[in-house]
């Protein structure tokens, strides 16, 4: 594990609480499939883009401390640089070729830490999932690492693109089961960034469906955005659940 400071330490989970009180209270965030999250060891959690909500939303569904990727022009305002560097965000270029970000990644999971990224490369325009920009396994590949796929629903329509301040609607996060190093060596390249998108798609459908069941009016039908829907027995061999799973993260 990277050693940092207790003051460094403590400052982040503080930080934790306090945002947990406030998502749970406000945003009514609920978390499934925790318990495909190790508890030790390295990890590439992929996850979709929708908000700048959207670290927040997924750090807060972990109980373990998570890495962030934030771009270099984020560093260039002094209140934000502040707030990131002392969370130890990597700095990154915005197509993902600085090479001292990657190395910086790389070093977190093989030092068994997680490391968040979203392949989509920005944020969605439309609440969808849009394709994944490719070459972003091969970090989880060279350091032998799982990778955790996810998805998110609800931070859209919180705060989309054009928004100032935050809607209060509920946000929905479905964690996938992880697909281990031994399964990611059977794929080429290509095809395993096809599959860790087609989990993220299969677990955003399943997040969508629970947060209209929470939202919609009793007795509306589920209507899923269509480049979410997918079989449904498909989404849930990918993203298998118990009771247990369907809890808020303050729970």
Known sequence: MAQRSVAKRAWYWWLHMICRLIGLSLFRIRATGRRHVPDAGGALVVCNHQSHLDVLVVGLSFDRRLNYLARQSLFRFPPLRWLISSLDAIPIDRDGTGLSGLKETLRR???????????????????????????????????????????????????????????????????????????????????????????????????????????????????????????????????????????PIGA
Request: hydrophobic share 35%; proline share 11%.
């Open 109 to 247: 999971l093989k030092n068994d830490e997680l490391v968040l990224i979203f392949p989509e490369g920005t944020r969605t325009p439309d609440g969808h999932v849009q394709h994944f920009k490719p070459g972003f396994t091969t970090v989880a590949r060279r350091a032998g690492t799982p990778i955790i796929p996810l998805a998110l629903d609800g931070a859209f329509d919180c705060l989309p693109r054009d928004a100032v301040l935050p809607c209060l609607t509920a946000i929905d996060v479905v964690i996938g089961m992880p697909i281990m190093p031994e399964e990611i060596a059977r794929y080429s390249e290509r095809a395993l960034g096809e599959e860790v998108e087609r989990r993220v798609r299969a677990c955003m459908q399943t997040a969508r469906e629970r947060r209209l069941r929470r939202t919609r009016p009793w007795g509306a039908p589920l209507k899923p955005r269509p480049q979410e829907v997918r079989p449904r027995d498909a989404s849930r061999r990918l993203c298998p659940e118990t009771a247990a799973d369907r809890i």
